[in-house]
């Protein structure tokens, strides 16, 4: 062992999370993975490192570990108060943590999962190629109190970077692409659809979270008789009286809801964070305009490593250090003489 992550107290829905396993639907097993992919690029870009290594997920609220080994951590996707010994630490950031000092995570300021990575990843056993845990199909299980997970090897890296993300973590506009069902939603209940303000409805959990609603229900023509078929995270079900599911992450890999179309994949993390009470309104788009915002996980990697700036900027180290004006700030131009005021510019000491 490399080193261990050593879990002293956690909440009940954090668990080691990577990529997935994709290629087993054929088998009834969907692929899971993290709720939310996009915290793991961001993650190994805060971190200079592969993004298929595995992290923690913490869903509203985290936990106090310590490592046996320096390492390099990031905190990335829904913001939870964080601390160092005491300190605090910045979200959407990477920090160097020592052996023995205590990182706590506590609950979630703002969207829903937040994601814990570390320089060379989580390594406990894999299991069918991956080691995300996978609860509905009974493959791992939350952490708990007292274990100690193994650590990868670090290969090296930066560390105090930050990253500027898009608010994602408040619900807004969905995107939704249409889907063969969709036909079975006649053109009023589709417009209907789209005007409809959603509420995030606290029931919810990784296999997909309801869309609550005023007013009535959305249903489909022949929606009874709806052949199971393959389904994927996106895909939003109607129930029998016509609420909406989006389902997430777990989702099972067949399912016979009639489905009114499929969230466009760039804006599922939207759905994914946005925390209960949380309002969505959802809008059909065509392909052409979802291709337009698509942007895979090569090009998505590429855009956040350029986007990770230092978190305390060095002069010593700033190679574009003429771009600042330096003295800015040093006098207040706009504010109100007073009493030892220093003079502006130009003005009679």
């Given at each position: 062992?490399?080193?261990?992550?050593?879990?002293?107290?956690?909440?009940?829905?954090?668990?080691?999370?990577d990529?997935?396993?994709?290629?087993?639907?054929s088998?009834?097993?969907?692929c899971?993975g993290?709720?939310?992919r996009?915290?793991?690029l961001?993650?190994?870009?805060?971190?200079?490192?592969?993004?298929?290594?595995?992290?923690?997920?913490?869903?509203?609220?985290?936990?106090?570990?310590t490592?046996?080994r320096?390492?390099?951590?990031?905190?990335?996707?829904?913001?939870?108060?964080?601390?160092?010994?005491?300190?605090?630490?910045?979200?959407?950031?990477?920090?160097?943590?020592?052996?023995?000092?205590?990182?706590?995570?506590?609950?979630?300021?703002?969207?829903?999962?937040?994601?814990?990575?570390?320089?060379?990843?989580?390594?406990?056993?894999?299991i069918?190629?991956?080691?995300?845990?996978?609860?509905?199909?009974?493959?791992?299980r939350?952490?708990?109190?007292?274990?100690e997970?193994?650590?990868?090897?670090?290969?090296?890296?930066?560390?105090?970077?930050?990253?500027?993300?898009?608010?994602?973590?408040?619900?807004?506009?969905?995107?939704?692409?249409?889907?063969?069902?969709?036909a079975?939603?006649?053109?009023?209940?589709?417009?209907?659809?789209?005007?409809?303000?959603?509420?995030?409805?606290?029931?919810?959990?990784?296999?997909?979270v309801?869309?609550?609603?005023a007013?009535?229900?959305?249903?489909?023509?022949?929606?009874?008789?709806v052949?199971?078929?393959?389904?994927q995270?996106?895909?939003?079900?109607?129930?029998?009286?016509?609420?909406?599911?989006?389902?997430?992450?777990?989702?099972?890999?067949?399912?016979?809801?009639?489905?009114?179309?499929?969230v466009?994949?760039?804006?599922?993390?939207?759905?994914?964070?946005?925390?209960?009470?949380?309002?969505?309104?959802?809008?059909?788009?065509?392909?052409?305009a979802?291709?337009?915002?698509?942007?895979?996980?090569?090009?998505?990697?590429?855009?956040?490593?350029?986007?990770?700036?230092?978190?305390?900027?060095?002069?010593?180290?700033?190679?574009?250090?003429?771009?600042?004006?330096l003295?800015?700030?040093?006098?207040?131009?706009?504010?109100?003489?007073?009493?030892?005021?220093?003079p502006?510019?130009?003005?009679?000491?």
């Amino acid at each position: 062992m490399t080193g261990a992550l050593t879990v002293h107290q956690v909440g009940p829905a954090v668990t080691v999370q990577d990529m997935g396993r994709p290629g087993h639907l054929s088998s009834g097993l969907s692929c899971g993975g993290a709720a939310d992919r996009l915290a793991l690029l961001e993650g190994a870009a805060l971190l200079d490192q592969d993004p298929s290594l595995a992290c923690l997920e913490m869903a509203g609220m985290g936990g106090t570990f310590t490592f046996s080994r320096p390492v390099r951590v990031a905190l990335t996707g829904g913001a939870m108060s964080a601390e160092r010994d005491g300190a605090a630490l910045r979200w959407h950031a990477s920090h160097a943590i020592a052996p023995g000092q205590v990182l706590r995570i506590g609950a979630s300021v703002s969207g829903h999962y937040g994601y814990l990575h570390v320089g060379g990843g989580l390594a406990p056993p894999a299991i069918l190629g991956s080691r995300a845990v996978h609860i509905t199909a009974g493959l791992g299980r939350p952490c708990a109190t007292g274990d100690e997970i193994a650590l990868g090897p670090d290969t090296g890296g930066g560390v105090d970077q930050v990253l500027a993300v898009e608010d994602r973590f408040s619900g807004g506009q969905i995107d939704v692409l249409r889907v063969a069902q969709s036909a079975l939603f006649d053109a009023e209940v589709q417009a209907r659809f789209e005007s409809t303000v959603f509420t995030r409805d606290p029931r919810g959990n990784r296999q997909g979270v309801r869309l609550s609603h005023a007013g009535a229900g959305f249903l489909g023509a022949g929606q009874l008789s709806v052949l199971s078929e393959v389904i994927q995270p996106g895909d939003i079900q109607m129930t029998g009286e016509g609420t909406p599911y989006v389902l997430l992450a777990d989702c099972q890999s067949t399912g016979g809801y009639p489905r009114i179309g499929t969230v466009a994949p760039y804006d599922l993390p939207r759905v994914v964070q946005a925390p209960p009470g949380a309002q969505m309104q959802l809008r059909f788009v065509d392909g052409a305009a979802a291709r337009a915002r698509y942007e895979d996980a090569t090009s998505q990697m590429r855009r956040l490593s350029r986007a990770c700036k230092p978190l305390l900027r060095d002069p010593a180290r700033m190679t574009d250090l003429l771009q600042y004006r330096l003295v800015d700030g040093a006098v207040n131009a706009v504010a109100p003489a007073g009493p030892g005021a220093l003079p502006m510019e130009g003005e009679d000491g």
